[in-house]
């Protein structure tokens, strides 16, 4: 196991131990939507994941004196809210079990790009390129991707990803969290995070392009 | 996947069908040197698939804007409480 807690890490750990009030509230602002994003997808109510959250920051407080720093205190903070939130989850039947992240990474998947839209494989020329190619949405399309219609269609296309593909997607590209990251906490292998980011991630482009192209 | 076996002989370009199951493992710099010269020679001859990868990099910038989910404030207070108690 390899040490990943860093000065900033040492710090804020103390703080902690101390209770310092101003520290913990900081770090609440901090984390707050992540933790509940990631509590979503385990739960569709708001006011069930709101106390998962709220169970963790309790956790954090009753668990800091005995935190060794043997991950980040990051890691050591999702791992706490994802327990809670799986627990949570089976007990309501709704089980995400951890198994099903590396299950849902094993089976074949759908592909990024539905096979009608390429050539044959026994075209003379272009056997296997584009036969339905992507359209350009725009030299600059930053204003139409961020119109709160776009989010929403964004939105609606994350809830629709299987669940062990949202998490993923959530923590790497709304939360910017690193790969090596996600796979600490989620406690999966990088392949197969890659596999699952790839999925999410297609399937949100097809998402946005039937949008625009509508 | 791709065949890693394929590679070794004389590099056959890419199809558009294969480079849009490998962008992922592009743009996370997971590809081989071999692959990754034959992704970046597709797309220098392909501008679909240029159009694609740019797809998926304006996909993954608009992810990073969702917008954050407020904090309620009187979870705030409780955990304020609690720490005050565990001290």
Not at chain 1, 3 to 11: Q, R, Y
Not at chain 1, 147 to 154: D, K, L, Q, R
Not at chain 1, 193 to 200: D, F
Request: charged share 30%; glycine share 6%; hydrophobic share 40%.
């Amino acid at each position: 196991m390899t040490f990943h807690s860093n000065a900033d890490d040492a710090e804020l750990i103390a703080a902690l131990k101390r209770r310092d009030e101003a520290t913990f509230v900081g770090l609440v602002g901090r984390y707050q939507g992540s933790l509940l994003r990631l509590a979503l997808i385990h739960t569709r109510s708001r006011a069930v994941a709101d106390e998962i959250v709220q169970d963790t920051w309790l956790a954090v407080i009753q668990g800091i004196d005995r935190f060794e720093g043997r991950s980040s205190f990051k890691t050591w903070l999702f791992r706490i809210l994802v327990n809670r939130a799986r627990t949570r989850a089976e007990r309501e039947n709704r089980s995400l079990p951890f198994s099903e992240l590396i299950q849902e990474a094993s089976e074949p998947g759908e592909p990024a790009v539905p096979a009608e839209r390429f050539l044959g494989a026994d075209h003379p020329q272009w056997a296997l390129h584009w036969a339905v190619p992507p359209r350009s949405w725009g030299e600059s399309p930053e204003a139409k991707l961020l119109a709160s219609e776009t989010m929403e269609h964004i939105g609606r296309a994350l809830e629709r990803l299987p669940p062990a593909q949202r998490q993923v997607i959530i923590l790497r590209d709304v939360e910017g969290w690193t790969a090596e990251e996600v796979c600490n906490v989620l406690e999966i292998s990088e392949t197969n995070q890659r596999v699952l980011l790839h999925r999410a991630r297609s399937r949100v482009r097809a998402a946005l392009e039937r949008y625009f192209d509508a | 996947m791709p065949d890693e076996t394929t590679e070794s002989a004389n590099l056959p370009e890419l199809t558009c069908k294969e480079l849009v199951e490998l962008v992922t493992d592009y743009l996370e710099g997971a590809l081989s040197a071999e692959t990754r010269k034959r992704f970046d020679d597709h797309l220098e001859g392909c501008p679909f698939c240029r159009i694609y990868l740019e797809q998926m990099r304006q996909t993954i910038g608009a992810l990073g804007q969702l917008s954050d989910e407020a904090i309620s404030s009187g979870m705030l207070d409780v955990l304020r409480e609690h720490l005050r108690r565990g001290r």
